[in-house]
Structure formats: structure tokens, C-alpha cells
């Protein structure tokens, strides 16, 4: 029985990956899990959303169509802002990850909801999918002029043999990492810390005799206040991860800046 | 795996049995990879080749329109300001033509009455000479008759006085009566 409520009130046992259909390939497990199936439900939520908000196609929008234009523009403007008009030719990708890691976040809020990006191995996917975009468009569109990345004008060559050129290698071998564990962390924690105050509260109100159930309110506010920082943070990762793609393909499209 | 299995051992609170931390549980990952790319790709493919185009769509016929609208606001307010302009020129030649045909009524009407003004002058000019030379001629007239009743009284005076004679009674009397 302890062992069971301990169980129950563990706050990483969120993150356990149950599978819904076993599929196996050669000796790869890819069984459709709950994982995959958060994926597939922010996929499909996104595309009927965009879909039906547009089926009108009118003049003066109405509210999901606003949205959905609002959603477009910010996108646009946040990748025409940091990486030229030349970067909108990559307004589709990064659109794409904006959206995904948005409604991936937000849907990871609602409780008994599992969140597809409190998985490392999830946002290093997506950040090494950035990584190996900003290297394929960077040798394709400048060859070997890409290379300029970790040459920039203007510094005098011992400080740059010693110093600025490693340094900049280091920080563009380091970038999907950070760019991964930003987002990883952010997702992991809040619903570490969600969790425990929740289940804290729950814990409180039912195992603390007559008065003392009122304690039970402290970690509830707790609760309260902590869901808007929360979905403050479901957008603002999404936000940050969506703009460093656009100064990595910035990067990409003009190495010697 | 050692140090993922203890991470989890604390979140478990050391009851269960020793379990991997599941972020980090590689035996998931094919599975998160396939199901990931999966997905993203058929999410990036409908984007980039339905969803976006379509808003993107929407967004530049209403710009269209916008620019449009407000180019021809512009051509209209320019055709206003030219109408205006022309009403304005209009109105100003009216005003001038105007203007000339007072002016030229007051000259005309001027002229004439400065004509009539002359000629009445000249005429009472001419009646006040003719009334002039009547008058001299009716003095001059009276005037010779003047010397005639004078030469006729002095002459009547100096017979009477040198012809009869005057008591000193009568010059009492004459005197008293002047007194």
C-alpha cells in the first residue's frame, strides 16, 4: 500500500513511456507508444487547426483564423528579423518547430497528459535536425566560405588562432546540446515541480487528520500559481528554440558575420 | 547505465525495484526517433505544401486589397483636389468678369453724366450772360433817365425858388414843422 502511494506520487514517473501497440523491426522496438501518440495528436491538432481556421478565407478574420494568422506573421517576422528575407525560404521548417514544440508543451500541461518534449532524446532530435539543416544549407550555399563562421574580420590573428576561432568552434560543436537541453530541462522541471506540489497537496488533504487538512492549501496555491509560469515557459521555450534556429540558419546563409 | 539507475532509485524513494530514469532510457529511443520523424515530417510536409500557402494565401489577397483600396482612395482624393481646383478657377473668373462689367458700367455711366453735367453748365452759363447783358442794358436805360428827372428838377427848383417870394413867417412855420 505505501509502496503504491509512493508510487503514485513519484513526480518522474510521468515521464515513463507505455506502449499502446508493440511493433518490432529487425531487432528496433518502435512500438507506438504514448509518446508517439502525443506527437501524433500535436500534428493532427496543429493541421486541423490551420486547417479549419482557413476553410472561410475570409477578408476580415474571425477568431481562429485571426490565430492562426497571428501564429503565421510572429513566425515570419521572427525568421525575416534574424535571418534576411533569404531565411523565409526556411519559414516552413521553422514554423513547423515552432508549432510542434508549442502545442507539444501545451498539451504536456493538461494533467494525465503526457509531454513529448520532456524526452532528451526528442529535443536533441529536433536540435540535430537544426544542426544538420544549418550544416547542409552553410557548405551548400557558401562551400568552403562557410568555414568564415570561425574566422570572423577584424580580430587580430594570434588572438584568433589562440583564442576566437576555438572558441567559436567549441560554442557551434555545443549548439544542438544546449539547444536540446534548454528545452529538455525547462519541460522536465516544471513538471517535476507541478507534480510534487500537487501531489503534495493530494497527500496533505487526505492523509492529514481534521484541522490539519487546511495545510492542504498551501501547496494547492502553490499549484495554482505555478500552471501560468508554467505555460509561460510551454511558450516561451518554443519561442526560443524557434528564433535560435533562425540564427543558426542565419549562420548558414551569411557565414561572414 | 549505473548512474541513471541511481538517479531513479532516489525518484523512487528506494521502494520499487531499481528502475532507469525514463527520459534517459535508451531502450526507448528508436521508437521516439521513428515515431518523431514520422510525424514531423508529415507535419512539415503539409505545412510547407497545404497550410502555410493557404495563410500565407489569405494574408496577400488582404494586402493586395488593402494596397489596392488605398490607391484608389489616393487617385480619388487627387480627382477631388482637381475638381476643387477647377471650381476654384472658375469661381475666380467669374469674379473678374464680374468686376470688368461693373467697371466698365460705372465708366460708361460716368461719361455720360459728366456729358450732361457740361452741357447744363454751358447752357446756364449762356442764360446767365443773356440775363447779364438784359440787366446792363435796363440799368444803362435807367440810368440816362436819372440825368433827365434830375436836369427837370433842378431847373423846376431854381425857378421856384428865384420866382416867388418867401415870408419869414412861412420859414417859421416850415422850420417848426421839421422840429
Sequence with gaps: MAAEAGKQFDPVRQFDIHKMVDIQVGKYDISFTNSSFMMVVAVAA??????????????????????????????????????????LQFFPFVYAIFMFILFANIFGLIPFFFTTTSH????????????????????????????????????????????????????????PLSHSIRLWANMLAGHIMLKLFASFGIAMAVGLSGIFK???????????????????VAFLQAYVFAILTSVYLNDALNPGH | MNSLSIIMAAGDGGAGKVKVFSPLDFSTFPSQLFW????????????????????????EERSNRIADDLDSAARM????????????????????????????????????????????????????????AKIQATREAAMANVDEIAAETAQALTQHLFTKKVTITAVRKAIKALG
Design chain 1, 46 to 87: 496543429i493541421c486541423l487547426f490551420l486547417f479549419l481556421s482557413t476553410t472561410k478565407k475570409s477578408l476580415i478574420p474571425g477568431r481562429f483564423q485571426s490565430l492562426a494568422e497571428i501564429s503565421y506573421e510572429f513566425v515570419a517576422n521572427m525568421v525575416r528579423s534574424t535571418a534576411g528575407r533569404d531565411g
Design chain 1, 120 to 175: 532528451i532524446i526528442v529535443t536533441f532530435a529536433l536540435a540535430m535536425m537544426v544542426m544538420v539543416t544549418v550544416l547542409i544549407v552553410g557548405f551548400w550555399k557558401n562551400g568552403f566560405g562557410f568555414l568564415k563562421l570561425f574566422n570572423p574580420s577584424g580580430v587580430p590573428l594570434i588572438l584568433k588562432v589562440l583564442l576566437v576561432t576555438p572558441l567559436e568552434i567549441i560554442s557551434f560543436i555545443s549548439r
Design chain 1, 214 to 232: 487546511i495545510g492542504a492549501i498551501a501547496p494547492a496555491i502553490m499549484t495554482i500559481a505555478l500552471t501560468p509560469l508554467e505555460i509561460l
Design chain 2, 36 to 59: 518523431l520523424f514520422l510525424s514531423f515530417g508529415i507535419l512539415l510536409f503539409l505545412l510547407s505544401k497545404v497550410l502555410l500557402p493557404r495563410l500565407g494565401g489569405i494574408l
Design chain 2, 77 to 132: 482624393q487627387r480627382e477631388a483636389e482637381q475638381a476643387g481646383k477647377a471650381y476654384e478657377q472658375s469661381l475666380s473668373d467669374a469674379r473678374a468678369k464680374a468686376h470688368n462689367v461693373a467697371e466698365t458700367t460705372r465708366a460708361s455711366v460716368n461719361a455720360e453724366l459728366e456729358a450732361e453735367l457740361l452741357m447744363a453748365d454751358e447752357q446756364t452759363a449762356k442764360q446767365t450772360a443773356q440775363a447779364e
